[in-house]
C-alpha cells in the first residue's frame, strides 16, 4: 500500500524553529517529486515547497522562501522540511504529497498523508 | 503568479443532482489541472489530471472538461459519498496554485 505519514508537529513560539518528516512507503521513493502543501485552520490549500528526486530543483512559496528548507534522504524514504523563524500565519496542518508522474517536473499530487499540525503561538 | 478562482462557493445539491464546478486561472495554464477532493478526517483524493484524465479508481461520474482558462469538474449523479470540497489546481507553473475550494453540501 502507497502511504505517506507525516510527523514532527508541535505547538511552537514564534521565532522558533521545527522540522516535519514524512515517512514514504510503498512505492520506489527517488522516482517522484515530492511536495510540502498546508492548509491554515478553516482554509483553503496551499503550496509550500517541492523537491524533485535528487534535491537539484528545489521550490518555495514566497511567504517561506528564506526560513524553510525541503530536503529528502531516498536511502531512508524520507522528506523533511526544516521550519525556521516561524510565524503565527505559519500555523496550519503539514500535508506531505506525492506527484502523481515523475521525478522531475509537476504533474499534480495523488497520494497525500493524513498530515501534521503545526501551531505557532506565544 | 496565476490565480485560481472557483465557483459556486458553497454549493447546495440533492442525491442525484448533475453539478458543475468551475476553476479560472488567471493566465493561460494549457490543461495543467487537477482536481481533488478532500474530506474531513481523510487525505486529500486526486480525481483528474491533465483537466480531464479520470485518475485509476475514481467512479466515471466524475468528468472534467475545459481549455485555457477555464475548466469544470462534472459529477453526473452526485451521491452521498460526494458531499466534501473540491479544489482546482495548476501545475503549469509555480507557485504551484490552489483554487479556493468549492464545498458541496446537502440542500
Same mark, same amino acid.
Given at each position: 500500500e502507497v502511504q505517506l505519514v507525516e510527523s514532527g508537529g508541535d505547538l511552537v513560539q514564534p521565532g522558533r524553529s521545527l522540522r516535519l518528516s514524512c515517512a514514504a512507503s510503498g512505492f520506489i521513493f527517488e522516482d517522484y517529486v515530492m511536495y510540502w502543501v498546508r492548509q491554515a485552520p478553516g482554509k483553503g490549500l496551499e503550496w509550500v515547497s517541492s523537491i524533485n528526486w535528487n534535491g537539484g530543483r528545489i521550490g518555495y512559496a514566497d511567504s517561506v522562501k528564506g526560513r524553510f528548507t525541503i530536503s529528502r534522504d531516498n536511502a531512508n524514504n524520507s522528506l523533511y522540511l526544516q521550519m525556521n523563524s516561524l510565524r503565527v500565519e505559519d500555523t496550519a496542518f503539514y500535508y506531505c504529497a506525492k506527484d502523481?508522474? +515523475?521525478?522531475?517536473? !509537476? !504533474? +499534480?499530487?495523488d497520494v497525500w498523508g493524513q498530515g501534521t499540525t503545526v501551531t505557532v503561538s506565544s | 503568479d496565476i490565480q485560481m478562482t472557483q465557483s459556486p462557493s458553497p454549493l447546495s445539491a440533492s442525491v442525484g443532482d448533475r453539478v458543475t464546478i468551475t476553476c479560472r486561472a488567471s493566465q493561460g495554464i494549457r490543461n495543467s489541472l487537477v482536481w481533488y477532493q478532500q474530506k474531513p478526517g481523510k487525505a486529500l483524493k486526486l480525481l483528474l489530471h491533465a483537466a480531464s484524465r479520470l485518475e485509476s479508481?475514481?467512479?466515471?461520474?466524475f468528468s472534467g472538461s475545459g481549455s485555457g482558462t477555464d475548466y469544470t469538474l462534472t459529477i453526473s449523479s452526485l451521491q452521498p459519498e460526494d458531499f466534501a470540497t473540491y479544489y482546482c489546481q495548476q501545475y503549469y507553473t509555480t507557485p504551484l496554485t490552489f483554487g479556493p475550494g468549492t464545498k458541496v453540501d446537502i440542500k
Open positions: 502523481r508522474f +515523475g521525478s522531475s517536473d !509537476y !504533474y +499534480g499530487m | 479508481g475514481v467512479p466515471s461520474r
